[in-house]
């Protein structure tokens, strides 16, 4: 009997040695900072580096810390720390010297950081390059001068080592100058940073084509990813736990750091982002970075130049001028113009799949297989080259030759087989070989299961972008437009056919009411669900009967009921199998999916989306967006909802200030405070609407939200520009399809009284008042509601009864610090909180739901007990203890 697998305390034996055999190195780094501004590697030193080393075959995490210390050396137990190497120097240089020997002792082969242009190998570098140590070409695996010089003289490693450590670092000016290189692809879309010998990730970058978010902060990524929710801590309060010394809040800094570090190699195990590239390389056949870097055109022309080699085909290398001559691509797959409305009937869509493969494949669409164009002039292109065919060839082979529908003439398989269709049936034919051998996998072999799910999705990607490759027309390295456009029209030609075939069906019954380049969908009147799967089934078996193999039809779902607003852009309730009896809420293309507005759209639209396909009744999606609406315009609900995350590129935009779009203005506020909190390129920045003076533009009502939920702050959310130009136009679109009227339903609806007992007095400090109602107190009493003067906060009827007044503001006040104390603990939990230096919650991650919430209350304990204070109940609550 054999010996069962143990799922608890050993490893799959098929994950031994089955890793990459890289070793993976992150890095962080924390600097004194001045004041409220970022560090600055021309005036502020490296307290902390933090190194977390991991071999991907036992993803065991080994972690290193430096330390830069002036106060002396001290023992390590002091911070409490325990679990890592930890190396404290009372010079920096020395800090450089040991951070460059224990990176060449370990010898990774892949360095990463969150941001590295900003605060990890790239602020090393800058700190560096000031201190005049070329840090870059110290650590990398290529000769350098001190090097040579080393092996020259006889020197051993470990002496050159100890040298560096002892002398003071001061590196030739060649060194220094070409210490950080100047790369403007790098810096916009990769890291910047060059080690040689060694790749350098810039993780924020990756998590951005990895996970579709509003914001890329490291706090969001972690939630999204693991699940996690983590502090973020401002630079000014990591450097007074790091200035207090040992014994005391430093041990906080340093483990803030190192977390971070793991963090790091966390969320890469996480979505397995080292084996999957490892694999999509094997795969295509290039460099590991290359996959990261290069696009479709370099993975497709990778395999595809190796099959042709062995077909002793060579390929042709236009020039730039060459790919801009050829003749401009006429043909455009097939786009429906929907009929815009709402469905209660099911629609059943189908999906041909890798429509373009197929028709590769299927008619043997190839550069070598193409014969030209049938077109009676002195000259015919082919692509970017003059090309002639022999009319002895034309003539033996003209009742073989397949015409596509622009005119082009190919030849069968059965006279020359295409390079193109060669590759595309062995990668199919692989993939699913793939996942065949996936589905024999055990439960326990998880390791082989990523591997081979990576390996399936690598030939996945290669398949659909071959098309791409003959129809780059712009940036091509081979394009052709007379083969570009015969693969599109053959697509397109097979869907026109498809749905005039259903169309004219009379046992059907069936009427296509959207074709999208590879898709239709079929509207069944009066057909239950498990009637349009069956009629659903008929048609793929249909369809893939009348064309060529490899083409074919699938039924991917149904939709019961749904709302089909324009091209591209439609949502349901689908259901994928007959059995299925809860829905998923599907939507393409609207604000529910889109990351162009905020939270409060997206989540009102698909509430009432989902009430009207649960009722179809009109009138309950009228009242529940009244409640929304005067949730709004009352304050009772949540920033996070209506916080915008839009990408901003600094450099592309016109040098009018009132060009820019708000995100960026926002970014420029921030950076003319402090030059260092430049966002990177296509970085999402976060800004929120708020009132502003009479006539403002939107470009005078954004601010940071950090702005708006300062304890003083003297803004108010725009309630009002987040309801009519944001909310109603949303819903508008799709309810206006079954005659619902927003804007009068707004314009109707009773305007709820919002409490503002928190407005600044007159002789408060705010040198932003301009406007004179910032002077105005609240004219309804804080008690009933009921009218009041605006001297006083309370009406004369519950002013009369002193001692239920005091009863009532005691109760709420009372309330709100319980609830205070309840938000502050689960930060404090979280890891925010700091009890040691400065007492409070110093995290200020916009990502966090808790954040938004303990500062909401805090404005409202705030101003309750000003006013409790004001009648002299009881001394004011001081709310900056929270």
Known sequence: MPTPLSKIGFRDPASVGAGQQLTVLSLEV???????????????????????????????????????????????????????????????????????KVLCSLDPDILMGWDVQGSSLGFLAERASYLGIGLLNKISRTPSETKIKAEETNISEEGLEDELLLKPLVADNIVTEDAIIEDEWGRTHASGVHVGGRIVLNVWRLMRSEVKLNMYTVEAVAESVLGLKIPSIPYKVLTKWFSSGPAQARYRCVEYVVERAKLNLEMMNQLDMINRTSELARVFGIDFFSVLSRGSQFRVESMFLRLAHTQNYLAVSPGNQQVACQPAMECLPLVMEPESGFYADPVVVLDFQSLYPSMIIAYNLCFCTCLGKIANSEVNTLGVSSYAPDPT?????????????????????????????????????????????MKNLTPSQKVLQRIFNARQLALKLIANVTYGYT???????????????????????????????????????????????????????????????????????????????????????????????????????????????????????????????????????????????????????????????????????????????????????????????????????????????????????????????????????????????????????????????????????????????????????????????????????NPQRTRIDYYYLSKHCILCGELVQASTHLCSKCSENKTAVVAAITGRTSKLEREMQHLVAICRHCGGGDWLVESGVKCNSLACSVFYERHKVQKKLQGLSAVATDKGFYPKCMVEWF
């Open 471 to 765: 129809a780059a027309g712009f940036s091509g390295r081979m394009p052709c437009a007379e083969l570009a456009d015969s693969i599109v029209q053959c697509g397109r030609g097979t869907l026109e056919k498809a749905i005039s075939y259903v169309n004219a069906h009379e046992k059907w019954k069936a009427n296509v009411i959207y074709g999208d380049t590879d898709s239709m969908f079929v509207l069944l009147k009066g057909r239950t669900i498990d009637e349009s799967f069956k009629i659903g089934r008929e048609i793929a078996t249909a369809i893939t009967a009348m064309n060529p193999y490899p083409v074919t039809l699938k039924m991917e779902k149904v939709y019961h009921p749904c709302f089909l607003l324009t091209k591209k852009r439609y949502v349901g309730y689908s259901y994928e199998s007959p059995g299925q009896v809860k829905p998923i809420f599907d939507a393409k293309g609207i604000e529910t999916v889109r990351r162009d507005t905020c939270g409060a759209v997206a989540k009102t639209l698909e509430q009432s989306l989902k009430l009207f396909f649960e009722h179809q009744d009109i009138s309950k999606v009228r009242a529940y967006l009244h409640r929304q609406w005067t949730r709004i315009l009352s304050g009772r609900v949540s920033l996070q909802d209506f916080v915008f995350a839009k990408e901003v590129r600094l450099g592309t935009y016109s040098t009018k200030v009132s060009s820019l779009p708000p995100a960026a203005i926002v970014a420029a506020k921030a950076m003319r405070a402090d030059p260092r909190a430049e966002p990177r390129y296509a970085e999402r920045v976060p800004y929120v609407v708020i009132h502003g003076e009479p006539g403002a533009r939107l470009v005078d009502m954004v601010v940071d939200p950090l702005e708006i939920l300062a304890i003083n702050s003297p803004y108010r959310l725009n309630d009002l520009y987040y309801i009519n130009k944001q909310i109603i136009p949303a819903l508008q679109r799709v309810f206006g399809l079954v005659g619902g009227d927003l804007n009068r339903w707004f314009s109707e609806m009773p305007r709820p009284a919002r409490e503002a007992f928190g407005k600044c007095g007159v002789h408060a400090l």
């Open 30 to 100: 924390q600097s004194e900072s001045r004041g409220d501004l970022r560090p600055d590697p021309r005036f502020d030193a490296i307290n902390v580096i933090a190194l977390a080393i991991q071999n991907d075959n036992d993803y065991v995490t080994e972690v290193y810390v430096l330390l830069y210390s002036n106060t002396g050396f001290c023992q390590r137990s002091l911070d409490g720390i325990s679990g890592f190497k930890v190396f404290v120097f009372d010079e920096e240089k020395h800090l450089f010297g040991q951070f460059m």
């Open 393 to 437: 060839v034309l003539r033996d082979l003209k009742d073989q030759l397949l015409l596509t529908p622009n005119g082009v003439m190919y030849v069968p398989s059965k006279v020359r087989k295409g390079v193109l269709p060669r590759l595309l049936e062995e990668i199919l034919s692989t993939r699913i070989m793939v996942k065949q051998a």
